[in-house]
């Protein structure tokens, strides 16, 4: 079974503070994406990474940087946390391919971040 | 501008009652999914559609892809308490990587 784990359920921070989302799967994906959930908008997607080090930006990226370092390993990283950037984050893999089986993304349990 | 519209955002049922909730575009999708999430969880799929037409059946989940692949419905026979969370369409777009999701449709079965 693929697991994706992402390092906190919930997280508290302050406005201004730096904050790092940590995301790792064991199932050797190529791509790895970081969504944000809020109520009435669904997910949307603030950067993904096709490769170790290659991203592209998503939706919704303004605030937000990323880190893929190595390929299990993709980090979202918030320079100066702002109270709108109160939200789920939740973290995504799957294989690289153009099938209906390489389609499924496979999500992690969330973090629930609160900026105050 | 949201791809993916999901109808109703909200329903309430008693258990054992049928249901139906809606995925529509105005855009044409190679393939669709439907996925639940749980509270306190990450979305998981449960069938993708792929052809025009198609029907899936996952056990009292009947999945049917629109003819002109625009539009997917979701119907639950004889809902269940544990059918309950966040039911959300998805589909492929702009990259085979990049996939979009509805605003979802949040199902509360009541015992």
């Known amino acids: 079974d693929v697991k994706v784990t992402q390092s906190s359920r919930y997280l508290v921070k302050r406005t201004g503070e730096k904050v790092f989302l940590e995301c790792v799967q064991d199932?050797?994906?190529?791509?790895m994406f970081w969504y944000r959930q809020d109520p009435g908008l669904g997910l949307r997607l603030i950067y993904f990474?096709?490769?170790?080090?290659?991203?592209e930006k998503g939706d919704i990226p303004e605030g937000y940087s990323v880190s893929r370092e190595k390929k299990e390993r993709f980090s979202l990283i918030l320079e100066s946390a702002s109270t709108n950037q109160t939200s789920m984050y939740l973290c995504?893999?799957?294989?690289?391919?153009?099938?209906?089986?390489?389609?499924?993304?496979?999500f992690g349990p969330g973090t629930r971040l609160t900026v105050l | 501008t949201q791809l993916l519209e999901q109808s109703p955002q909200f329903l309430s049922i008693q258990e054992g009652e049928n249901l139906t909730v809606y995925c529509n575009s105005s855009?044409?999708?190679?393939?669709l999914q439907w996925y639940r999430q749980e509270p306190g969880e990450g979305p998981v799929l449960l069938v993708t559609?792929?052809?025009?037409?198609e029907v899936k059946k996952l056990k009292r989940l009947t999945f049917q892809f629109g003819d002109a692949r625009k539009d997917s419905s979701l119907h639950i026979t004889a809902a269940q308490t544990g059918d309950t969370g966040l039911y959300l369409c998805?589909?492929?777009?702009?990259?085979?990587?990049?996939?979009?999701f509805g605003s979802g449709t949040r199902l509360s079965i009541r015992p």
């Open positions: 995504a893999s799957k294989q690289e391919g153009y099938s209906v089986s390489t389609d499924t993304q496979y």
């Open positions: 855009s044409v999708f190679s393939s």
């Open positions: 990474s096709y490769d170790v080090k290659m991203k």
């Open positions: 998805a589909g492929p777009y702009s990259s085979a990587s990049k996939i979009i």
């Open positions: 199932m050797d994906h190529e791509n």
């Open positions: 559609v792929v052809t025009g037409g």
